[in-house]
Antibody, heavy 127, light 108 residues
Framework: EVQLVESGGGLVKPGGSLRLSCAAS????????MNWVRQAPGKGLEWVSS????????YYADSVKGRFTISRDNAKNSLYLQMNSLRAEDTAVYYC????????????????????WGQGTTVTVSS | DIQMTQSPSTLSASVGDRVTITCRAS??????LAWYQQKPGKAPKLLIY???SLESGVPSRFSGSGSGTEFTLTISSLQPDDFATYYC??????????FGPGTKVDIK
């Protein structure tokens, strides 16, 4: 079964740090770009960061650039999000999501959506 | 940055109704649009990509159309399992994805 399982969420004070993990199984993890997407309480979805299959290309939303770091370990089938200098507005459920492309080098014409999602892990930033 | 809007924000409908949700982009995104369904406490689920291509396993009562800046998601005959929130997502500026604010479909 194709599956993504996030972990590492919790309660942290403003200015603190947290590292999220996403364990992948049931597919060849090293062949896919991966994303982090978050959802603040009662709000919509916000793309946070993307990493290509070999970690060659990394992208961030402006709202987290300079504070968050995405990484992956293909040998461990795992995706990570290191979150530093956390703010109250980072409070959200964080999802990892697989990027479905027909090639390891992706662009709109061969992108078919985020087709596999984890169940999410909750991050609360509060004093 | 490409901004996405959706209308309506909330839609009340009955089982068997035909439902249409509109998504607009602030600039042309060709056909690079996906639709997701999300139920409370659950992760989003991919329904449609490339504006009109149905994801495998998604019921055929879901369909998408449009190109450029205006897109629609249609549910031909609303089923009890379809009451959820629906999000559009542009990927013209891949991988800088932008989601719409969502449309909640609830029971009339």
């Amino acid at each position: 079964e194709v599956q993504l399982v996030e972990s590492g969420g919790g309660l942290v004070k403003p200015g603190g740090s947290l590292r999220l993990s996403c364990a992948a199984s049931g597919f060849t993890f090293s062949s896919y770009s991966m994303n982090w997407v978050r959802q603040a309480p009662g709000k919509g979805l916000e793309w946070v960061s993307s990493i290509s299959s070999s970690s060659s290309y990394i992208y961030y939303a402006d709202s987290v650039k300079g504070r968050f770091t995405i990484s992956r370990d293909n040998a461990k089938n795992s995706l990570y999000l290191q979150m530093n200098s956390l703010r109250a507005e980072d409070t959200a459920v964080y999802y990892c999501a697989r990027d479905y492309c027909s090639s390891t080098s992706c662009y709109p014409e061969i992108h078919y959506g985020m087709d596999v999602w984890g169940q999410g892990t909750t991050v609360t930033v509060s004093s | 940055d490409i901004q996405m809007t959706q209308s309506p924000s909330t839609l009340s409908a009955s089982v068997g109704d035909r439902v249409t949700i509109t998504c607009r982009a602030s600039q042309s995104i060709s056909s690079w649009l996906a639709w997701y369904q999300q139920k409370p406490g659950k992760a989003p689920k991919l329904l449609i990509y490339k504006a009109s291509s149905l994801e495998s396993g998604v019921p055929s009562r879901f369909s998408g159309s449009g190109s450029g800046t205006e897109f629609t998601l249609t549910i031909s005959s609303l089923q009890p399992d379809d009451f959820a929130t629906y999000y559009c997502q542009q990927y013209n500026s891949y991988p800088w994805f932008t989601f719409g604010p969502g449309t909640k479909v609830d029971i009339k």
